[in-house]
Nanobody, 120 residues
Framework: QVQLVESGGGLVQPGGSLRLSCAAS????????MSWYRQAPGQHRELIAN???????TYADSVKGRFTISRDNAKNTMYLQMNSLKPEDTAVYYC??????????????WGQGIQVTVSS
């Protein structure tokens, strides 16, 4: 079994910063691309950042220049540093990754979701 566990969310004032983490554990052979999504109330889930195993990152225009995605392959962990937060960043944030398990199968896994609220 494989699990993704997120941490680091919470309440922050506009202009503040938060750092999210997503740790993968279990019968893992290889962790592929890792991504962060978010879903605001009444909105579709939105892809905001992606990072491949070599560290190449891409961002949605809505977060470019403010958010930084990174990963530690030795720890099977991904991070999202969020700076200059705005009220419109308020959402539930999800991590997602493709994992090759010891049985050889490749599957997509999702974290449980973590709330980020930007408000004064």
């Amino acid at each position: 079994q494989v699990q993704l566990v997120e941490s680091g969310g919470g309440l922050v004032q506009p202009g503040g910063s938060l750092r999210l983490s997503c740790a993968a554990s279990g019968r893992i052979v290889r962790v592929g691309d890792m991504s962060w999504y978010r879903q605001a109330p009444g909105q579709h889930r939105e892809l905001i950042a992606n990072i491949n195993p070599t560290g190449r990152a891409t961002y949605a225009d809505s977060v470019k220049g403010r958010f930084t995605i990174s990963r530690d392959n030795a720890k099977n962990t991904m991070y999202l540093q969020m700076n200059s937060l705005k009220p419109e960043d308020t959402a539930v944030y999800y991590c997602q990754t493709w994992i090759t398990s010891r049985g050889g199968s490749v599957n997509a896994y999702w974290g449980q979701g973590i709330q980020v609220t930007v408000s004064s």
